[in-house]
């Protein structure tokens, strides 16, 4: 018998300090100006002190579980994407688990940094094809700050924490174009450009967290085609123009690769969901919360085509389609 994964419910969680760019222009050689220029983004969210990865998914985790309207016990399968995990291990999705009251199936974390969010859905969506979980728990969160040098003002103005989860449920049938719940996901990785964005630091290097390191230039440059390509491989592999789209939900990392993807897609910005602005870069967090926030304000409705993408360090990119 075939199966097809449903998006039964979706959440989110910021945390609750706000930097602003005009904060930021008090500590380090940049601007309001030149930092909403050049990535489009004017505030960003920063965990407390004491507030791990694993709070902000539970949070999210719980908000998503209460909009699908079921027990979470019902979960028989998370899959959380961070860059931030708690500890090395064990995998932070168990902390998540656990503190849902959740004790059968798996859990387990997937890093593909910013395109994490994508790579997660794809594995729970292939877990519940196969027959192997009936309900997954899909959750993006990063503490991302924390991997930040903030004396180097070209990658500590760019990033923020949240994170964001939906709800996946089996339903029988295979997936098809017209049929409600992902319809298919695509992933790449190409680690000869390994050393475009990366941290410096980890357990089996020096033993220290690190910060993050990026040549930015060839990141946008790459960022822009290979986000082209894997949208037209999803919609080639599901016979779809680009006017099928209803909703662009993109990886919230630079206003000017969103608008680049829109154009392409030939999507005004009113089919776009862009949080960039008040998010910034949030890594895996993003993609989920952008959803999150185009289906509470109403924008996303039953039966619209949204084209999910991603990409980050790796490099690792992605796509996906969901019929909402």
Known sequence: MQFHSRVLGCGAYLPERVVTNDELARKIDTSDAWIVERTGIRERRVAAPGERTSDLALAAARAAIAEAGIEAKAIDLVVLATTTPDDTFP?????????????????????????GFIYALAAADNAIRLGQ???????????FTRLLDWGDRNTCVLFGDGAGAVVLKSFPGAPGPKKRGVLSTHLHTDGRLYDLLYVDGGPSSNQTTGHVRMHGKEVFRHAVSKLAD?????????????????WLVPHQANARIIDAMARKLGLGAERVIKTVARHANTSAASVPLALAEGVADGRIRPGQLLLLEAIGGGLAWGAALVRW
Request: net charge negative; aromatic share 2%; proline share 2%.
């Open 133 to 143: 979980a009936k309900c997954a728990l899909v959750i993006g969160a990063e503490t």
């Open 230 to 246: 894997v949208v037209d491989e999803a919609l080639a592999a599901n016979k779809l123009k680009p006017g099928a789209v209803d």
């Open 91 to 115: 995998a932070t999705a168990a902390r998540v688990q656990a503190a849902l009251g959740i004790d059968r199936g798996a859990a387990y974390d997937v890093q593909a940094v910013c395109a």
